[in-house]
C-alpha cells in the first residue's frame, strides 16, 4: 500500500494536509459491500397454509444489479386472507442476519450482523414483471412462472400500505381516503422498516438505499423516506416515471398492478436507518397513490440496478437512448463500452446514438465507477435492420391471378414437361422420390392461416410401398410429433389418409375409400373448416369421396410452412410420385366448383385462390429479400432512378420474381426514437 504523502512543514495550529491515490484508498476498504433485503408473502389457504403459487418467491436469480446470493429471503408476511389470521393494524416480523446465517431464505453477510424489524398491514403477490412483462404494462397473471428474471421474483410479493385494499376490516376499507389518524386509518398503517447494526456491516464507509414497489392498486407510488436515526435526519427517494397501472379493478379512481424502482439515497453513515412510506391515498374519481414495498438495497460500492435494455430492432436514421440507472456512494464514475472496448468521451451515465447507420450496432455495456469498486452493466445488444439479399435456387412460382404470392423454394424435385399416362397428359409436373431432401416448402402467411380453406392438386404416383405411417404429399407440421395438418399415401392400400392438429385420439382423422395411388393421373381435392361445427371433405376426380365432421375443433399452428412432397416431421415419410397444379384455396370450396376445377382447370373463386404452383416452367435461380422491422416497406423500381413504387403484400422473407417494372428494390422506413428503458423500473 502507498503511503500517505504530508506536507514536511507542519504546524501545531495547522491541519495536516495529505492526500491518498485512489488505488491507496480502495485497497484500504474492507466493508465494501452489497445486501439485497426481499419481503416475501404467504399467500394462506383455507386450512391457513401457504399456497406455493403465490407465496414466498426467493430469489433465484440476479435482480437489480444483485447477485441471488446478495439478497435476504426475509420472513414471509401473511396476507390477512383466508386461514391469515389478521388483527389491526396489521403484521410485525423480525429476523437477524449474520455472517452465519445460511438457512430460510437467508445469506451470510459479508460482515457484521443486522437487525431487521418490519411492519406492514398485510403482504400480497402483485402480477407486475418490470421489463420481463409486455408493454405497457408489463404484467403478468396468474401465479408467478418459472421467472424470467430475478427482477420478476422480487416484484412478485409486496407490503400493503393499509389503505388500498387490506384484507377484510383493514384499515381505510370503510371509505376512501380515510384522514390518517382515524380509527379507519391509523397512523402506522403503512410499512415501517426498522435496521440496526449498519455500522456493523459498513464498518469504514457510508452507503446508499434504492427501493422497489410493486402493487394490486397502484395508480402512482408515493416517494419514501430513508431516515438516518442516529442524526435526526431524512431524505426522500422518489418512484420516477413508473409505467402505466394496468387498470383492472373498474373502481372510480384509476387503479391496478404496477410497480417500480425508486432513485437512490444521498449518501448515509449511521448505525441505525427506518423506511418508511409517505401517506398513501385513493381519492374517490382520481387516483390510487399507493405506498407500498417490495425490496430495497443498501451498498457503498456501485451497483447498475437497471440495466440498458436490448434494441432488438433499429433502423436507419433511429435515434436511440441508452439509459440504466446506477447507484452507490458518489461520485460515479461511468465509461460506456462497444464490444468490450471504451467508447471514447462515452462518459455520461446514458448513452445517445443519432441516425443509426449499419455501423451503429453492437453490444454495449457500461462500467460504473467508485472509490469502493465497479459494477458492470448487462450487455445491451443493438440490431440496425438491413435489406439482406439471400440467394435461392430452384424458386417455383406462384401463379394466383389476384393476391400476395407464396412462392415455394425446391430443394430437390425434377420437373417434367409433360407426363401421360396413357389416358390423361399433364403439362408441367414435378417429380419427387422417397427422400427428405426432395419436396418444396412454402412459407407461412396471414392468407394461408384462415380456418377454412381448400388444397387441391393433380397427383400420379405407384402404391406407397414404404413401411410406416405414410407417405406425405401436404402437410403443415405442427411442432409436435404425429399431430399434423396432413395429406398422406397409406402403406399398401393405394388410398389417402388424413390428420387434422389437435386430435390425440384421431377423432378429425380418416381413410379415403377409393384408391389414388395406381400410377394413373387423379385429381385430389381437400377442402376443411376448423370449427367444432365444421369437418373435412375428400374429393377424388371431381367427385365426394369421404366426408368427416370434427370431432373436436382445431387450428394451424401459424408460422409453420406448407410443406409439398415430404413432411419436416419424422412420422411420416417423403412422397414417391408426381405432382401438377397444386392450389391453396382459403375458402372453403363446394362440390361444383371442384367439379369444375377438375373438368375445365379454370381457377374459380379468384378471390381466395391464394397460391398456384403450375409448374408451367423449371424452377428458377433468384433471391430472397428479408428484413426484420415490420413497419418498413419494400418498394421497387424499374431503374435507379425510379419510379419506386410499394411492393403490394411484400413482407419478409420477399422472393424476388423476375419482372420488368421490378429490377431494383429498397427498404422504405420512417425513423424513430427509441429508448432502451422507456421507464425507472
Known sequence: MKKLRCSSRISLNKKIACTVSAAALMLGVSSAATVGLHFQVSYCTGAGLPDAGYSGFPVTLTAFGVESNGWENLLMMDTGYNGCSWTSPGYTLNEVITTDTSTNGLNPLPNG?????????????????????????????????????????????????????????????????????????????????????????????????????????????????????????????????????????????????????????AALNTDHIKIISAPPQHVEGGFNHAGTICGFIITDKPVVSMYPQTIRVAGPGDSILLNPYAIGVPPLSYQWRLNGANIANATNSSYAISNVNLTSGGSFDLVVTNVYGAATSKVSTVTVDRLTQIPASDLVFDSNPTNAQNDGVDMGATWEGSNSDGTITRTGVMSFVAADTNGITVADSTNLDGPTGTVTFWMRAPVNASAGTGASIFCRASGTVGDDFVLYQNSGSGTLGFGAPGSPSSENAFDSIGVASDNTWHFVALAFDQSASGGVALYLDGKVDTTNANGASWSWTTGQPLEIGYSSDSTWTAYNGLLNDVRYYSTNLTASQISTIYTTGAAVDTKDLQMQLDFTAPPENGFILSWLESSAVLQSAPSLLGPWTDVTGATSPYTIVPAAAQQFFRYHYTPRSLVSNPYLM
Open 113 to 265: 450482523s443486522l437487525n431487521v424489524t418490519w411492519f406492514g398491514n398485510a403482504a400480497n403477490f402483485d402480477p407486475f414483471y418490470g421489463y420481463a412483462g409486455s408493454p405497457p404494462y408489463y404484467t403478468g397473471g396468474g401465479a408467478l412462472p418459472a421467472s424470467a428474471t430475478g427482477e420478476q421474483e422480487i416484484y412478485a410479493s409486496f407490503l400493503r400500505d393499509g389503505i388500498n385494499f387490506g384484507p377484510n376490516g383493514s384499515a381505510g376499507t370503510t371509505g376512501p381516503n380515510q384522514p390518517y389518524g382515524s380509527a379507519d386509518n391509523p397512523l402506522e398503517a403503512y410499512y415501517n422498516v426498522d435496521i440496526t447494526g449498519l455500522k456493523s456491516l459498513f464498518t469504514n464507509s457510508p452507503f446508499v438505499v434504492e427501493l422497489m414497489a410493486s402493487g394490486d392498486s397502484i395508480n402512482m407510488l408515493t416517494n419514501a423516506y430513508v431516515i438516518d436515526v442516529t442524526d435526526s435526519l431524512s431524505n426522500s427517494v422518489s418512484y420516477a416515471n413508473k409505467p402505466p397501472a394496468a387498470d383492472t379493478e373498474g373502481t372510480a379512481y384509476t387503479q391496478g398492478a404496477s410497480g417500480g424502482l425508486s432513485t437512490g439515497s
